[in-house]
């Protein structure tokens, strides 16, 4: 059971999923970052479905503007989602006291943390919960070496291992194109690898090896 959950978050990121291209990332945009907050939010429900509470870290980068900054925590303010403001990069430690202070009052305080699948259930309908429930997506499919992977996993009993997904840290999909906040996409499994002595079934996606 996690005791805090952190989520780090930047302004550049948050500007690029509101469709800002990588080489105009240094430039002042609010509208797009608050168009782009929908991914962070999203990250936030995730967590909550938990039954925990998160901490954003909001690293800050030299190209940042107070305007900027103000935008991110005024979205937190009205969401009751507690923020930090994090400079470690050029004030060393200093810069993530806010930090561990706001973990430190999260530690004081009682969740209600439980997992969103039973172990129990099939890898289909763990995988499925995790595309749904995580992601935001509407459904899995696997490949026909997928489910060959599969069947071979229940057959010698190894189906009751949590999952392990392998898939881009770009977008919530499997796309890594696929910015923002998208729904009513799928999930394709490509390989299903048991990884016995970690304890998981590794799930993978996309290009991810």
Request: hydrophobic share 40%; with cysteine; glycine share 8%.
């Amino acid at each position: 059971k996690p005791s805090a959950v952190v989520i780090v978050a930047t302004i550049r990121a948050l500007k690029m999923h509101g469709g800002v291209a990588k080489t105009a990332l240094v430039g002042e945009n609010v509208p797009a970052l608050l168009q782009g907050i929908e991914n962070l939010a999203k990250h936030v429900e995730t967590i909550r479905t938990f039954g925990v509470e998160p901490i954003i870290a909001l690293n800050r980068f030299i190209t940042d503007t107070e305007a900027e900054l103000e935008a991110v925590l005024n979205w937190c303010q009205d969401n009751h989602v507690r923020i930090a403001r994090t400079n470690v990069w050029e004030e060393g430690g200093k810069g993530g006291l806010a930090l561990a202070e706001q973990v430190l009052s999260v530690l004081d305080e009682e969740n209600n943390f439980s997992p969103l699948y039973d172990v129990t259930e099939s890898i289909e309908e763990k995988v499925r919960t995790i595309v749904q429930k995580v992601y935001g997506g509407k459904d899995v499919q696997f490949t026909d070496q997928a489910k060959k992977q599969m069947a071979q996993i229940e057959k010698f009993g190894w189906d009751t291992l949590p999952i392990c997904m392998a898939k881009t840290q770009y977008s919530l999909s499997d796309q890594p194109s696929l910015l923002g906040r998208p729904e009513g996409f799928t999930v394709t499994i490509r390989e299903v690898i048991p990884k016995l002595g970690a304890g998981f079934l590794v799930c993978l996606t996309g290009d991810i090896m």
